[in-house]
């Protein structure tokens, strides 16, 4: 059956109520009637105090609709009176605090009335209706406790995690000197006179008479120790065998400033996944299997989107045989709706997101997701996949699922010409033609500690079939060993 407007006093020729809202499409209404009750629509038979609830609800939970005079999935019972009906819902509406805007369609179903609520998400939140403020979960309207009060102010941006001040830091004693004049230096910002007008002008510090207030935002980029303040407040870094949660091959926490977790975390991803290269001219390219400026992107958007006032999770980068999960507590940020994605930029922190503008790592417009997008299309690899639920999750697809070092060998020719440039490499060969431990291969090499060059030249070796295992099965034993192949042999006699 066809939907018509019935009551011109309240509805004009398109179904536009007299408050001034927006159509209501018949095809819409007829989809509607068809749903069940979820998270953004609710049904109706009559009007009552229930429904003020419902309209609370959905204020504060992103938006909704509520269909009155039907049930779901069931006969549509109707209203007697859509002019009475219609103003009886804009006054619940506005008895709301803050009132709530609606739009108000009605039209006629099969010869009865209905009408169809339209209440959008983000007005002024959070809202309440009879002194109890309502969220909604799933096809429920729920009243809100104090703790879920306080939890949905953070999430709504009511109260800002990132410019609280934190109360158990102490100026200066616990700043980190060098991490801001690192920071300054990088931004290129002139230092004022006195620090405390720089930090101000950051805006992560205040003053409460002499003493210096530094907030949760300047406690991530700046504190000598910021687990000590915000013990959630790190990445952890975790390779697994194979492709499931069991077993871990190598972990590592970054405990350090926000600045630094991300480069650390991107020399975690850089050690553990395959390298190919590739010769030009004299000189040789190290590309990444996976896109390092997507990787880049997607661990920003990880420290600057999630919900620090979520403090019983922590970002996480797993490295798995198939794929690479960065995953960050939150979900997508407040006034961001799921078909909304990749199309409109919302800062959950943003003086977070203006600390890393200052740093020349993100774009004010927000363009994140479609850079990572555009750089995974380029490498001609499987799109990322994008989740969001109470977690905020990037998957990157890996390049035949291959794990750790372990990846296709270096074609014969190039192998050669990488070997011959390398004296580090041939070095490592000699040597390993009886097993040796990683420290005494540094120590023959005449290096003092393990190096970015030395984890490289590694892994080319083991790579290219050179090098191999004295334990395969658990590369990162206490007791392994590395041991010359055949292959590595003839290579030092230029017979690869």
């Not at 927006?22 to 229930?50: H, N, T």
Request: net charge positive.
């Amino acid at each position: 059956m066809g939907l018509d407007c019935k009551d011109k006093a309240v509805c004009d020729e398109h179904g536009r109520n007299a408050e001034g809202g927006l159509p209501m499409k018949k095809e819409r209404v007829e989809w509607l009637l068809a749903q069940s009750e979820g998270q953004y629509i609710e049904f109706k038979q009559s009007v009552s105090d229930s429904l003020g609830r419902a309209i609370c609800a959905f204020a504060n939970s992103g938006g909704g609709t509520i269909i009155v005079g039907a049930r779901p999935g069931g006969p549509v019972a109707g209203i007697p009176d859509q002019s009475e009906e219609a103003a009886r819902v804009q006054s619940i509406a506005r008895s709301c605090i803050p009132p709530v805007r609606v739009e108000v369609s009605c039209l006629e179903h099969g010869g009865k009335s209905l009408m169809a609520v339209e209440i959008l998400g983000n007005q002024d939140p959070p809202h309440s209706f009879g002194s109890t403020f309502y969220m909604r979960v799933g096809a429920t309207s729920q009243s809100m406790g104090r703790d879920e009060l306080v939890d949905f102010l953070y999430a709504t941006g009511q109260v800002n995690y990132e410019e609280k001040g934190c109360p158990g830091f102490r100026y200066p004693a616990d700043f980190n000197v060098r991490a801001f004049y690192r920071f300054l230096r990088k931004a290129g910002i002139k230092p004022a006179k006195d620090r405390f007008d720089t930090l101000a002008n950051l805006g992560v510090a205040s003053r409460s008479g002499r003493k210096v207030l530094i907030n949760n935002a300047g406690v991530l980029f700046f504190a000598k120790e910021p687990r000590r303040f915000l013990r959630h407040g790190y990445i952890d870094c975790v390779l697994f065998q194979g492709t499931e949660k069991i077993t871990v091959l190598d972990r590592k926490e970054q405990t350090g400033g926000i600045v630094d977790n991300v480069e650390e975390a991107m020399t975690f991803l850089r050690k553990h996944l395959s390298v190919r290269y590739e010769i030009e001219g004299l000189y040789r390219k190290e590309i990444l299997e996976l896109p390092p400026e997507a990787l880049r992107e997607a661990l920003l958007n990880a420290v600057i989107h999630r919900d620090y006032h979520f403090d019983t999770a922590w970002i996480t980068v797993e490295v798995y045989k198939d794929r690479v999960e960065i995953s960050s507590p939150g979900g997508l940020p407040p006034g961001l709706r799921p078909e909304e994605f990749g199309k409109k930029s919302v800062h959950r922190n943003r003086l977070m997101a203006e600390m890393f503008q200052r740093l020349g790592e993100v774009e004010r417009v927000g363009a994140g997701i479609r850079k990572m997008r555009d750089a995974v299309r380029g490498a001609g690899l499987r799109a990322p996949r994008f989740e969001f639920t109470t977690f905020f999750t990037i998957t990157f697809w890996r390049q035949g699922g291959q794990e750790g070092t372990q990846v296709p060998e270096q074609g014969e020719a190039q192998t050669r010409a990488l070997l011959r440039e390398s004296e580090l490499a041939r070095k490592v060969l000699v040597y390993c033609e009886v097993p040796k431990t990683s420290s005494e291969l540094i120590r023959s090499a005449g290096l003092k500690m393990r190096t970015g060059t030395f984890i490289r030249t590694m892994n080319f070796l083991l790579r290219s079939g050179l090098l191999r295992y004295t334990i395969p099965d658990r590369p990162r034993s206490g007791n392994q060993r590395y041991v010359i192949t055949e292959k590595g042999k003839n290579a030092l006699e230029d017979k690869v």
